[in-house]
């Protein structure tokens, strides 16, 4: 936040987050983490619960060492889990995800927000991927819904 404001006219009292996949991971990690700072966050198709899946296996382990436990703070669903809360969250994610079932997992979102009483809105596009057209497609959505909480 410090970098964009020395640089551009940002209003620190109106900020969001968004994000695709890993930066989706990012948006919802950071969103979860500083709530007060951070007016809307969604994602798309992002790696939901990084330390239960191989991808985020792999990095956590890489970049954090073997300690599952300080992964935590690194993982959306761990986070709600352990109490962090957000008013709400926009997912989308593409039916035709090549890296859905084993890698994304958003169901486990799902659960996470449904008992913490997140309200999440998961919307599973048919026939999308993860690629930068299923982003192009839906980007319009993510800004108004941001642009609507952010007044």
């Known amino acids: 936040p410090a970098l964009i404001a020395a640089n551009f006219p940002a209003d620190s009292a109106r900020q969001s987050l968004m994000g695709h996949s890993m930066g989706g991971h990012g948006a919802l990690t950071t969103g979860l983490a500083f709530p007060d700072r951070y007016k ?3 994602a798309f198709a992002p790696i939901v619960a990084p ?3 191989p991808w985020g296996e792999k990095a956590l382990g890489g970049y954090l060492g073997p300690d599952r436990a300080g992964w935590a703070k690194h993982d959306a669903v761990a986070l709600i889990q ?3 809360r957000v008013p709400a969250l926009l997912v989308d994610q593409g039916e035709a995800d090549g890296f859905l079932a084993e890698q994304l997992r ?3 979102l799902r659960e996470a ?3 913490a009483g997140i309200d ?3 919307r599973m596009q048919p026939g ?3 690629s ?3 982003i192009s497609t839906f980007m319009a959505d993510h800004l108004r819904w941001h642009a609507q909480r952010l007044g």
């Open 40 to 42: 809307a966050v969604s």
């Open 51 to 53: 330390s239960r899946v």
């Open 82 to 84: 352990a109490g962090a």
């Open 106 to 108: 958003p169901e486990l």
């Open 113 to 115: 927000c449904a008992k």
């Open 120 to 122: 999440l809105t998961l």
């Open 128 to 130: 999308y991927d993860h």
């Open 132 to 134: 930068y057209y299923f």
